[in-house]
């Protein structure tokens, strides 16, 4: 299934403009719409992004321990702009109970693993 750039920026509500970072609206979201894009061109899913963004924080928590902040910072940053990926392609074609709960996963690790990683 391919979707059209316009297609996938129509899918971002109001709603999420609101609750959306200042970072996230300015440069992330801006740049997640060609991100999902490419992702619908090459046929990679919404779960198949998230399952991938789980792995970032655990990289990143190893940065901070290893006192390396600039990598730890880029890749939460790459992974929030899969985050916005995700959603970006799951509101286009419909969310499933699973990438939803996959979803909300991720997010608790990149807090979790990068407060530990920054404690450490």
């Known amino acids: 299934m391919n979707k059209t750039l ?12 609101r609750t959306d970072s200042i970072w996230a609206k300015i440069l992330i979201r801006q740049l ?4 999902a894009w490419l992702a619908f061109r ?3 899913s ?7 963004s789980l792995t970032l924080p655990v990289i ?3 940065f901070w321990i290893t006192s390396k902040p600039l990598s730890a910072i880029i890749l939460l940053n790459l992974w929030l702009l899969l985050d916005c990926v995700d959603g970006n392609v ?4 419909g969310a499933s ?7 909300a996963t991720s997010g608790y690790m ?3 693993f990068s407060f530990f990683g920054l404690g450490a």
């Not at 997640?32 to 991100?35: E, G, N």
């Not at 799951?90 to 074609?93: F, G, L, Q, T």
């Open 110 to 112: 990149m807090l979790g």
């Open 6 to 17: 316009a297609e996938i920026k129509a899918g971002y509500s109001q709603d999420k403009k």
């Open 90 to 93: 799951a509101r286009s074609i």
């Open 32 to 35: 997640s719409f060609y991100v």
């Open 42 to 44: 090459i046929g990679i």
């Open 46 to 52: 919404a779960f198949q992004v998230s399952i991938f």
């Open 60 to 62: 990143a928590m190893i």
């Open 97 to 103: 109970k699973m990438g939803d709960f996959v979803d």
